[in-house]
């Protein structure tokens, strides 16, 4: 049974500092791209970072780089978003997702999700 549960959202004030984890289980996690997403009420989801299977590539959305850090741990199957210098647009239910391509196949897999709130 897949899952992966986040954890480590809460309630900030501005410009402090939180650190999500999401915990997989139920597949081969080293083979996955993982991303973070977030979404706010009334708002699509968006893609805040990935960190690729194999090397470990990062990639970040403009709003969050140099604020935000993806990283991974392939021996706890587990990723972290260290999310510093919060503020109050950050405010969102954040999504752990993971994603496999081999050739035409695709699986992906979703978080249930943890709510960041930042006041200002």
């Known amino acids: 049974q897949v899952q992966l549960v986040e954890s480590g959202g809460g309630l900030v004030q501005s410009g402090g500092s939180l650190r999500l984890s999401c915990a997989a289980s139920?597949?081969?996690?080293?083979?996955?791209?993982m991303s973070w997403y977030r979404q706010a009420p009334g708002k699509e989801r968006e893609l805040v970072a990935v960190i690729t299977s194999a090397v470990g590539s990062t990639n970040y959305a403009d709003f969050v780089k140099g604020r935000f850090t993806i990283s991974r741990d392939n021996a706890k199957n587990t990723v972290h978003l260290q999310m510093n210098s919060l503020k109050p647009e950050d405010t969102a239910v954040y999504y752990c997702?993971?994603?496999?391509?081999?050739?035409?196949?695709?699986?992906?897999?979703w978080g249930q999700g943890t709510q960041v709130t930042v006041s200002s």
């Open positions: 997702y993971a994603k496999r391509v081999v050739g035409l196949f695709r699986d992906d897999y």
């Open positions: 139920g597949f081969t996690f080293s083979n996955y791209a």
